[in-house]
């Protein structure tokens, strides 16, 4: 059963920054492009950005030039640095690991981030 457990969130100002972890627990993540995605109130779940095996990155529009995503595959860890924060960003962020091919999703429980003065 493969485990991602997502660590980082909270309570942050205007401007602010948090980092954001994604663990796997079981197998290694090398092989894997690993995604970060968020879903606010009232609203579907979204693409924030996503990191090939080979290091490839797609970044929403609207986390350009503010969120950077990198994975440590020694550490079987992802990554989501967010910097200048800004209310609209409040949302639950989740981690996903997707399958190869035809293999399945996986999903992490999800971290609350708030940005709130």
């Known amino acids: 059963q493969v485990q991602l457990v997502e660590s980082g969130g909270g309570l942050v100002q205007p401007g602010g920054s948090l980092r954001l972890s994604c663990a796997a627990s079981?197998?290694?993540?090398?092989?894997?492009?690993m995604g970060w995605y968020r879903q606010a109130p009232g609203k579907q779940r979204e693409l924030v950005a996503d990191?090939?095996?080979?290091?490839?990155?797609k970044n929403a529009d609207y986390v350009k030039g503010r969120f950077t995503i990198y994975r440590d595959n020694a550490k079987n860890t992802v990554y989501l640095q967010m910097n200048s924060l800004k209310p609209e960003d409040t949302a639950v962020y989740y981690c996903?690991?997707?399958?190869?091919?035809?293999?399945?999703?996986?999903w992490g429980q999800g971290t609350q981030v708030t940005v709130s003065s």
């Open positions: 996903k690991r997707y399958g190869l091919a035809y293999g399945a999703n996986y």
């Open positions: 079981t197998s290694s993540i090398s092989i894997y492009k």
């Open positions: 990191i090939s095996s080979g290091g490839s990155i």
